[in-house]
C-alpha cells in the first residue's frame, strides 16, 4: 500500500477512538425559545438554505472525510447518494491521493450531487496548478473546492510540513485562478479573530468553522508518532483554537452574507439548529457519520441521516420559527 493510502486508513481507524472525540459543540449553554403550541407545522417549515449559491433542502454537509483507499469507497458512494437524495452538501476527502495517481479517483465514490465539492490542503497549492486541480475536480463531479488549513496537524504528522506557513499572496492568486467557488476550513481548531478577517478579504464562497470539540487531529497524529509527545504538551497543543460559538461569531462577521458552515464536535440535531440560530447557514458533520457506517453499514447511513432531518425539522418547528432568517433573530429577540 502507498504511504498515503496508508495513512488514510489509520486516519480513519483511528478516529474511531474514544480518545480522538474533543468534548462536543460547547452550546449547552444555549437556550433557543420553544414554542408550546407548535404553530409552524411540518408543511410550513421551509428549511431550504444555499452553500456557496447551491441550493440545498435542509442544511446539512457531510464534512471532508476521506477517498484515496479502498476502504472509503462504499463510504463515499453511499455518502453521495444520500446527500442528493436528501438535497444535502458533501465535501470528499483530500484529492491529493487521486491527483498523485488517477486509479483512486474511483475511492471518491461514484454518483451525481449537486452540491459536492472536492478538499486539498492549503499547503498542496504550490505543487499543484489551479488547473490541474480544476480538471481533477470536475472529472469527480465537484461543484467547488475546500482548501484546508491544517498548521498544527502538520506539525504533529510524522510525514507533516513541520514549518507550515501559508503563503496569503500565494493563496490569493490560487483563489483568483480557480475557476469554480472556493471555500476555505481549518481541521478542528477552528478559525476566528483576526485568521476569519483575513480569510474574508480574499475571493471566497465561504468558510467552515472546523472549531475545538470535534475530532481532535493532534491526539490523532500524537499517537501515530514516532518520536512521542509529552501528554502534557499534546493537552496543550489540543487546546489552542476557538469554541463553536466564539468561530460562527468572528467568521460571520468575516463573511458578511457569504456561505458559513459550522462545524466541529456536532454530536445531534439540537447542535445543528443551534448553530444556525447563532449564524450559520449549514452545518457539517465528519466523524459520527463514518462511526455510523463502521458499526452498521449503509443501512445504519440511511437511518442516521433520515433521523438527524427528521428531529432537525422537529427541533426547528419547536423553536416556532419557520424558515432560516427568523431562526437567525430568535436568539436576539425577547421570547
Ligand atoms: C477520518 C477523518 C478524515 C478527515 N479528513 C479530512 C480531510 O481530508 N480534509 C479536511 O479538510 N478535513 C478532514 N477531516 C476533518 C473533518 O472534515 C472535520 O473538520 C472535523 O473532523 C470536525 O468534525 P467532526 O467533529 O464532526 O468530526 C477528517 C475527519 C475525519 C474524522
Same mark, same amino acid.
Given at each position: 500500500m502507498q504511504s498515503i493510502e496508508k495513512r488514510k486508513a489509520a486516519h480513519l481507524a483511528l478516529c474511531l477512538d474514544s480518545a480522538s472525540r474533543g468534548t462536543g459543540a460547547g452550546l449547552d449553554h444555549i437556550h433557543l425559545p420553544y414554542d408550546a403550541l407548535f404553530e409552524v407545522s411540518d408543511e410550513d417549515l421551509d428549511t431550504r438554505t444555499r452553500i456557496a449559491g447551491i441550493p440545498l433542502r435542509f442544511p446539512l454537509m457531510f464534512g471532508a472525510i476521506t477517498g484515496g483507499t479502498a476502504l472509503a469507497t462504499d463510504f463515499n458512494t453511499t455518502l453521495r447518494k444520500l446527500a442528493q437524495k436528501h438535497g444535502l452538501a458533501m465535501c470528499l476527502g483530500s484529492i491529493r491521493a487521486c491527483i498523485e495517481d488517477d486509479s483512486l479517483d474511483i475511492t471518491y465514490g461514484t454518483g451525481q450531487v449537486d452540491a459536492l465539492f472536492a478538499n486539498l490542503g492549503v499547503n498542496e497549492i504550490s505543487r499543484y496548478?489551479?488547473?490541474?486541480?480544476?480538471?481533477?475536480? &470536475?472529472?469527480? @463531479?465537484?461543484?467547488?473546492?475546500?482548501? =484546508?488549513?491544517?498548521?498544527?496537524?502538520?506539525?504533529? &504528522?510524522?510525514? @507533516?510540513?513541520?514549518?507550515?506557513?501559508? =503563503?496569503?499572496?500565494a493563496l490569493l492568486r490560487f483563489i483568483e485562478s480557480f475557476p469554480m467557488p472556493v471555500l476555505i476550513k481549518e481541521v478542528g481548531s477552528g478559525l476566528g479573530g483576526m485568521c476569519a478577517n483575513r480569510l474574508g478579504s480574499l475571493p471566497i464562497a465561504g468558510l467552515e468553522t472546523a472549531s475545538l470539540g470535534g475530532t481532535s487531529w493532534i491526539r490523532i497524529e500524537a499517537s501515530r508518532r514516532q518520536s512521542p509527545i509529552s501528554a502534557a504538551n499534546v493537552n496543550a497543543l489540543n487546546a489552542i483554537g476557538y469554541t463553536l460559538e466564539a468561530a460562527i461569531r468572528d467568521c460571520r462577521n468575516a463573511l458578511g452574507d457569504r456561505t458559513l458552515i459550522a462545524s466541529g464536535g456536532i454530536s445531534h440535531a439540537l447542535d445543528l439548529v443551534k448553530s444556525l440560530a447563532l449564524g450559520a447557514d449549514l452545518v457539517a458533520i465528519a466523524q459520527p457519520l463514518y462511526r455510523v457506517y463502521h458499526d452498521n453499514e449503509a443501512a445504519g447511513l440511511e437511518s442516521f441521516v433520515q433521523e438527524w432531518i427528521d428531529i432537525g425539522r422537529l427541533i426547528w418547528r419547536s423553536t416556532g420559527c419557520a424558515n432560516l432568517q427568523a431562526l437567525r433573530s430568535c436568539l436576539t429577540k425577547p421570547a
Open positions: 496548478s489551479a488547473d490541474l486541480v480544476a480538471r481533477k475536480c &470536475q472529472k469527480l @463531479g465537484c461543484a467547488g473546492l475546500c482548501l =484546508h488549513l491544517n498548521g498544527l496537524q502538520e506539525f504533529v &504528522q510524522n510525514e @507533516g510540513n513541520h514549518s507550515f506557513s501559508c =503563503h496569503f499572496d
